[in-house]
C-alpha cells in the first residue's frame, strides 16, 4: 500500500462491528451475483451440466490465484491471519473437474476473458494485503454460506457425489460451518484497521463481487 503524509484515523470502538459494515456495505452486490441470470439458472437446477462443469473450471483459475497469494502473504500481519490451509480449494476443483471432464481435464479448460480480469486482480492484491482480504471473503465466507445451497442443489440436478463433483463445496476439515463462519467474523473484526484501510478493504470487496458477477455473466452468455 502506498504511504501517505496522512496520519491513519482509528476506526471508532462504539461503531458496528467491522464484519456487519462489511456485510450491510457489500450486501447489494452480494444480490447482483446471487441473482444473476446464470447463477438463478443454476440455484432453480435449470443450468444445463456444461455450465456448472464451465463454472467449476473457472473457479479453478481464481482458486489457484487467491492459494497463490495467500501463501505469498503468510507472513503479513493482516492477510496471514486468513491464511487457513483447511479452506484451500484448489485440490477438491481438481478432484471435480477430473470427475466432470475426465483425466485429461487440464486439455479442456482455460481462462475466459472475465475470468483473466478476475485473476489479474488478485495477483495484484499480493502487494495489497488488505485488499486480498477482500477477495479472500468475498469468495471463501461465500462458499461456506450461500455454496452450502448450492451444493445441494447441484448434487441433485446433476447426479454429483461429495467425492466428485461437488467436492469443492464439502468442508468437513472445518467441523461445524457455522462457528466457523463466527470465527471468520471474529478476525474480521479483530484486525484494527484504520478508516482508509476499511473503506479500502470495503471497496474491494464490492469490486470482487462485481468481478465476480462478469464471470457469471461471461459464463451465461456461453451456457445458460
Ligand atoms: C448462488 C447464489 C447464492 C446464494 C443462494 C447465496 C446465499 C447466501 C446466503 C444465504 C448467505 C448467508 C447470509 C447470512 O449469513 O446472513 C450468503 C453469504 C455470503 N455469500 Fe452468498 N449466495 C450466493 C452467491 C454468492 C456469490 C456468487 C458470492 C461471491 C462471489 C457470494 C458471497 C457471499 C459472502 C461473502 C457471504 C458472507 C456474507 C457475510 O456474512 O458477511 N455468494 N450467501
Known sequence: MSATAEAPTAVDPTAEPFSARLKAATWNDHA?????????????????LDGYTAMVAQHYFAYVALERVGRQLIEDPVAGRFHYPELERVPALETDLAHLLGADWRDHVSPTPATRTYVARIEQMADHPAGFVAHHYTRYLGDVSGGQFIR???AGAYGL????????????????LPKFRAGYRERLDSLDLDERTADL????T??????NTEVLADLGRRHA
Open 201 to 204: 478493504l470495503v471497496r474491494e
Open 152 to 154: 445441494r442443489i447441484a
Open 206 to 211: 464490492r469490486l470482487a463481487y462485481q468481478l
Open 32 to 48: 447482483a451475483a446471487e441473482h444473476h441470470g446464470f447463477t438463478r439458472a443454476l440455484t432453480e437446477g435449470e443450468l444445463p
Open 161 to 176: 457425489s461429495d467425492d466428485a463433483g461437488v467436492a469443492f463445496y464439502v468442508f468437513d476439515a472445518l467441523g461445524s
